[in-house]
T-cell receptor, first 114, second 114 residues
Framework: DQQVKQNSPSLSVQEGRISILNCDYT??????FLWYKKYPAEGPTFLIS?????DKNEDGRFTVFLNKSAKHLSLHIVPSQPGDSAVYFC?????????????FGTGTRLQVTL | DAGITQSPRYKITETGRQVTLMCHQT?????MFWYRQDLGHGLRLIYY???????DKGEVPDGYVVSRSKTENFPLTLESATRSQTSVYFC?????????????FGPGTRLTVL
């Protein structure tokens, strides 16, 4: 039972354009969400997060949007750069009992082309 | 070096052999985690530890054993390796203070079981 889903395995975007990566979740106990970026042969690195009390969080070129009613979040990268080419994982955690554990999606491979 | 390290980075073993993957962090983080990354599954939690001598199962613990005698080390042992345990293994850690601190990942160990 995949509680965090990233339905697009891959995405290709031109440099300078917007990249939108999507994530859906099913567990209503999740109240904190994170995005990780992973380059080949490296470990994932934290990118940005959002609490369920917010619907938007912005950090430079990266913005995460949360729609709680739809159980959906998205990561926007504007403008996209070639260095953004990586696998992006969405992750979620809950407040009670599971606060220490993250549930990850399957990842979306982003390719930013010149 | 400061941070979180894993050893070995690459390992080839045979079915039935015991293998231990090492994880070491220099931050004195309370929590440590072991994940495996497989195509189509993303990152799945194997075991985690909230402090020295406290460990708990994650989503896919079967066939694995962990220990945590010191805060900085969290070895993962495959007691009798199987081909299905061929994967990339990531160790992660996070501070104990606060519920939603992001996890910091090591560079990974690529394990092949023949």
């Amino acid at each position: 039972d995949q509680q965090v889903k990233q339905n697009s395995p891959s995405l290709s975007v031109q440099e300078g354009r917007i990249s939108i990566l999507n994530c859906d979740y099913t567990n209503s106990m999740f109240d904190y969400f994170l995005w990780y970026k992973k380059y080949p042969a490296e470990g994932p690195t934290f990118l940005i997060s959002i609490s369920s009390i917010k619907d938007k969080n912005e950090d430079g070129r990266f913005t995460v949007f949360l729609n709680k009613s739809a159980k959906h979040l998205s990561l926007h990268i504007v403008p996209s750069q070639p260095g953004d080419s990586a696998v992006y994982f969405c992750a979620a955690t809950g407040h009670t009992g599971t606060a220490s554990k993250l549930t990850f999606g399957t990842g979306t491979r982003l390719q930013v082309t010149l | 070096d400061a941070g979180i390290t894993q050893s070995p980075r690459y390992k080839i073993t045979e079915t039935g052999r015991q293998v231990t993957l090492m994880c070491h962090q220099t931050w004195s983080h309370s929590y440590m985690f072991w994940y495996r990354q497989d195509l189509g599954h993303g990152l799945r939690l194997i075991y985690y530890s909230a402090a020295a001598d406290i460990t708990d199962k994650g989503e896919v613990p079967d066939g694995y054993v962990v220990s945590r005698s010191k805060t900085e080390n969290f070895p993962l042992t495959l007691e009798s390796a199987t081909r299905s345990q061929t994967s990339v293994y990531f160790c992660a850690s996070r501070p104990g203070a606060g519920s939603y601190n992001e996890q910091f990942f090591g560079p990974g160990t690529r394990l092949t079981v023949l």
